[in-house]
């Protein structure tokens, strides 16, 4: 194997200069494995490279798909990342939360396990033990990424980049250089600006730090990250106040699993406090805290709170200099493309978290390959993304699937006389013999005269896992003709979808 001082000295020179200097004795090495040297002298090639055919901000889930469909067609990638590796998805997003819902989601079950005829005793929840397994995991998932990047010879910055030009960037004092460019840099928690006692509160990337489960907690929000991490925390048995602006959460989804959400998490114990707002948080003796909030017509103070969490949406991450490159923001400050991803220094590119469109880890993998085909693959085949009709899942208790217009949206679309809806609510067979009834509601919104399915909305168990399939007929243009022309599978929740009547 070479030193290290030899494999960058022959990472800096032609094949050709790298023969004439073992010849000569110039490099004094002997490989006694000359495909591992080579193997090494490539490796430190590709870590030393400074010019790109396409450059990538940001190592999150689009990055990294964008990256290694990217070099698959053959051009030479450089991707840059500051951060841990795999972006919010991997360390503070879907993975740790699906982990932590995974585990909430048995504590319920384990409610049940006297009527399902086990006998056993359930001492306690260890959160520290969940938590050092859950990073451990995600430890494995960064190898995993790096291996990959690896394989691919994909060239690893770390560092913060900042654009010099629409053709460089610096990082860490060093410049490189591409072509191409892409800005897949994601975004990160809002939290409020100037409230008093801020300093004490977390966002949700601040939730998956907790050393210890918090036995009292005030959450802020009404979005899909703030009931996905107040089901999460109620299952576990803390207790929970969620605060929220408005008369309801999930605001933009459709009002039937809006509302049935509402319900259920309060049926669960998780206290729901609507038109409010936290206004301060002070901090009181061992660690806790006071929580000031207020109403349309009073104030109110909830005490001994252990953590105040803000999910109030999400910013960009544009600290890089675009305005130097010639990129252009949108009236909410991201990053403004077309429908190719185009910014408006048109060899740059933006997709992912960073454009605020549909921010989902398979949004962005999806316009990060779409992408690469189009630049570096066959020239008479380009490909885009679709911003429509995207099904995405809110991990909330119980779980929510949704595809689609609204009933609202299609209302307003085509006139409420050219829009009809199937709706049903049964109890999910696991409650078979139980006392408690976990219902499940399902909803289809149709288009007239032909009854196209132009969305579906579901909650109650299984509904996560049950509207993929049902995607894929939504976007192939399915009626509910074509649903009814289905065989059931029996039994099952899904099987409502195709027996609507």
């Known amino acids: 194997m070479a030193a290290d001082g030899d494999v960058e000295y022959l990472a800096e020179n032609n094949i050709h200069t790298i023969l004439d200097s073992l010849i000569k004795g110039i490099v004094q090495v002997k490989p006694a494995d000359p495909v591992a040297f080579m193997v090494d002298t490539l490796k430190a090639r590709v870590r030393n490279r400074t010019e790109f055919d396409f450059l990538v901000l940001g190592a999150g889930s689009g990055g990294i798909a964008t990256a290694r469909r990217a070099a698959a067609h053959g051009v030479s990638v450089g991707i840059i990342e500051h951060g841990p590796v795999g972006g919010t998805c991997v360390n503070v997003g879907c993975v740790p939360k699906k982990v932590m819902w995974m585990a909430s989601t048995l504590a319920d079950g384990l409610k049940d396990k006297a009527e399902y005829g086990f006998d056993v005793e359930v001492k306690g929840f260890d959160w520290q033990t969940l938590k050092s397994r859950r990073d451990a995991y995600i430890s494995r998932l960064h190898n995993i990424y790096n291996t990959n990047l690896d394989k691919a010879s994909i060239t690893y910055i770390k560092g913060h980049a900042t654009f010099l030009d629409n053709q460089t960037v610096q990082v860490e004092g060093k410049k490189y250089t591409a072509k191409k460019l892409l800005i897949a840099t994601g975004g990160y928690p809002a939290m409020p600006v100037n409230m008093p006692g801020v300093d004490l509160c977390i966002s949700s990337d601040g939730f998956f730090k907790l050393e210890k489960q918090p036995k009292k907690c005030v959450i802020v929000g009404a979005g899909y990250i703030a009931v996905e991490l107040a089901g999460v925390l109620t299952s576990l048995g803390s207790e929970v106040h969620l605060v929220i602006r408005k008369d309801k959460v999930l605001r933009s989804f459709d009002s039937m699993v809006a509302d049935t959400l509402m319900i259920e998490m309060q049926a669960a114990g998780c206290k729901i406090i609507t038109n409010s707002q936290v206004t301060r948080v002070e901090r009181r003796g061992g660690g806790l805290k006071r929580v000031h909030i207020q109403h349309q017509r009073d104030n109110s103070t909830i005490d001994s709170v252990d953590c105040v969490l803000f999910a109030i949406g999400r910013f960009p991450n544009t600290d890089i200099n675009l305005k130097t490159a010639g990129v252009k923001l949108n009236s909410r400050g991201f990053v403004q493309v077309d429908k190719w991803q185009v910014t408006s220094s048109e060899n740059i590119y933006a997709l992912g978290d960073v454009c605020g469109e549909y921010q989902l880890t398979p949004v962005a993998i999806a316009a990060g390959r779409a992408l690469a085909d189009t630049l570096f693959g066959d020239p008479n085949k380009p490909k885009r993304l679709e911003y429509r009709n995207i099904p995405t899942v809110v991990f909330s208790h119980p779980p929510i699937g949704t595809i689609g217009m609204t009933e609202a949206e299609a ?12 709706n049903s609510t049964f109890n999910n067979m696991y409650s078979a013999v139980l006392q408690k009834k976990y219902k499940n509601r399902i909803k289809v919104v149709c288009s007239l005269p032909d009854e196209k399915v ?45 027996t609507l009547k």
């Open 411 to 422: 209302h307003h679309e085509f006139g409420m006389e050219n829009v009809k809806c199937y």
């Open 454 to 498: 132009v969305g579906i909305h579901l909650i109650g168990m299984a509904s996560d896992e049950m509207l993929q399939g049902f995607a894929v007929a939504v976007k192939m243009g399915c009626t509910k003709a074509d649903l009814d022309s289905c065989v059931a599978i029996h039994p099952t929740a899904a099987e409502e979808l195709v």
